[in-house]
T-cell receptor, first 117, second 115 residues
Framework: GAVVSQHPSRVICKSGTSVKIECRSL??????MFWYRQFPKQSLMLMAT?????????EQGVEKDKFLINHASLTLSTLTVTSAHPEDSSFYIC?????????????FGPGTRLLVL | GDSVTQMEGPVTLSEEAFLTINCTYT??????LFWYVQYPGEGLQLLLK?????DKGSNKGFEATYRKETTSFHLEKGSVQVSDSAVYFC??????????????FGKGTHLIIQP
């Protein structure tokens, strides 16, 4: 089946630094990837839709200057948390959209746990 | 806005027990409904889905029926196994059935099956 990887799996950083998270589709091309955020014991919340070669579409309430998304190729999308603060600590999950057997579906990465000190 | 509510866990059952995980939704219109499963250390995987009222999704012995009248999509399995231990997420989307747009998730239910 389709595999999506994320790197790093977990990261600890100091407040004020920027952190980049990569999302890769390993055996397929994805024109669209999604970024979600999950707080402990909470739902996954859609942050943005990342389209290859164009600007990302952010959900209401998500700061686009805070969470920079780049989808430069059909197999890679990156999320950069700029000037991270402790309240940005969370579990970030990406997914990639693929069309198989005339149906589109999403395949999810394993997630990246960010801890900002 | 759209939302999904599912029973909170953890849910602990013995092997071969009957499983029900409740899920209800609030949405404007008629969304597609999904159950995703997340095994330890892995990404979410689509377990089953239903795209319209009265549809039944099924996979790996799990079933869920889209009930418009009760806005529910409860997950059931007749006889659980230890390998079913995971976190289960109910979700909805207005993508037209493909799950191809952003999903609205419930909080997840941690299922623990004891031998």
């Amino acid at each position: 089946g389709a595999v999506v990887s994320q790197h790093p799996s977990r990261v600890i950083c100091k407040s004020g630094t920027s952190v980049k998270i990569e999302c890769r589709s390993l055996d397929f091309q994805a024109t669209t990837m999604f970024w979600y955020r999950q707080f402990p014991k909470q739902s996954l919340m859609l942050m943005a839709t990342s389209n290859e070669g164009s600007k990302a579409t952010y959900e209401q309430g998500v700061e686009k200057d805070k969470f920079l998304i780049n989808h430069a190729s059909l197999t890679l999308s990156t999320l950069t948390v700029t000037s991270a603060h402790p309240e940005d600590s969370s579990f970030y999950i990406c997914s990639a959209r693929v069309r198989l057997a005339s149906q589109e579906t999403q395949y999810f990465g394993p997630g990246t746990r960010l801890l900002v000190l | 806005g759209d939302s999904v509510t599912q029973m909170e866990g953890p849910v602990t059952l013995s092997e071969e027990a009957f499983l029900t995980i409740n899920c209800t939704y609030t949405a404007t219109g008629y969304p597609s409904l999904f159950w995703y499963v997340q095994y330890p250390g892995e990404g979410l995987q689509l377990l089953l889905k239903a795209t319209k009222a009265d549809d039944k999704g099924s996979n790996k012995g799990f079933e869920a029926t889209y009930r418009k009248e009760t806005t529910s999509f409860h997950l059931e399995k007749g006889s659980v196994q230890v390998s079913d231990s995971a976190v289960y997420f109910c979700a909805l989307s207005f993508s037209g059935g493909g799950g191809a747009d952003g999903l609205t998730f419930g909080k997840g239910t941690h299922l623990i099956i004891q031998p």
